[in-house]
């Protein structure tokens, strides 16, 4: 999940284009800062962790639909969408048909708690049905947390791309120098999330990842988001640049995530 709230925090001061489309521009500057992005990453990753990895479809739906709506009142002014805000203020919270890129964006911890790719979308999918029921919706949601898995398992930038492709059907063919004049603010997954895999694609580490999604302009803090937890699973994060994200984050949101480096350490060596 550091890999998705680095990629928050660094894409956050250039959102809805306010940036100068290059990948020259200083990582941690005045304007950045945790988003709603960070907010329901960190929700989803602990409703994960709470329900483990043996619950029921409904089991995670539910338990990710109560904690994102207890997160986002936390954090009310955290950035979200219209939709999403009456979503959190809903007694009885139904999806509603959405294809925003926020599946995408909150979906990372699918991709690392999961033993099979199966899984890991199945899972992925379930988070993505809290509110964004719409195939595109539910389809940026999968083929992230399946870019992580495979990332994370030692699968090639090459085996991804034809992976990606083959399920998902995006096009990946193109560059970011392609897409790069003519890409502008666009909050859908169909338009974010080729763009955030392919600045994985072009990128040699982590930094890069990031850089090359926020030098595309847009939505920079969640294309950053879905680039970083790609990049994380692929490269690792180096530790002044994880223990920077930390200090943009306050202290309900860092033990999340110390309970996650928890968990992950446990997974590595069980």
């Known amino acids: 999940m550091y890999g998705a709230i680095l990629g928050d925090i660094i894409g956050s001061p250039f959102e809805f284009d306010r940036g100068d489309k290059t990948k020259e521009f200083d990582l941690f500057t005045k304007g950045c800062d945790f988003t709603d992005d960070s907010v329901m990453t960190i929700a989803v990753g602990e409703a994960l962790l709470a ?82 029921n719409h195939p595109e919706g539910i389809k940026g949601a999968e083929a992230t947390a399946s870019a992580i898995y495979m990332a994370r398992n030692g699968s090639s930038k090459e085996e991804i791309k034809e992976y990606i492709e083959r399920e998902f059907h995006y096009n990946l063919d193109r560059t970011l120098d392609e897409i790069r004049p003519e890409y502008h603010m666009d909050e859908t997954c169909q338009r974010t999330v080729p763009e955030a895999i392919i600045a994985f694609l072009e990128s040699k580490d982590f930094e890069d990842a990031v850089r090359n999604a926020v030098s595309l302009g847009g939505d920079t803090d969640t294309l950053g988001a879905i680039t970083g937890s790609i990049a994380e699973a692929a490269y690792g994060i180096p530790k002044e640049i994880k223990e920077k994200a930390l200090s943009y984050l306050d202290e309900p949101l860092k033990d999340v995530l110390r309970r996650w480096k928890k968990c992950m350490r446990g997974k590595n060596h069980g």
């Open 51 to 132: 329900v483990g990895p043996e619950a029921t479809i409904k089991e995670i739906e539910d338990a990710v639909a109560s904690n994102m709506q207890d997160w986002g009142k936390r954090y009310p002014h955290a950035g979200y969408g219209g939709s999403f805000r009456h979503w959190l203020k809903e007694n009885k919270p139904k999806p509603y048909g959405s294809y925003g890129n926020g599946s995408a964006m909150r979906a990372s911890a699918a991709g690392w708690l999961y033993d099979s790719i199966e899984r890991t979308r199945e899972v992925a999918r379930a988070t993505a049905n809290a509110t964004h």
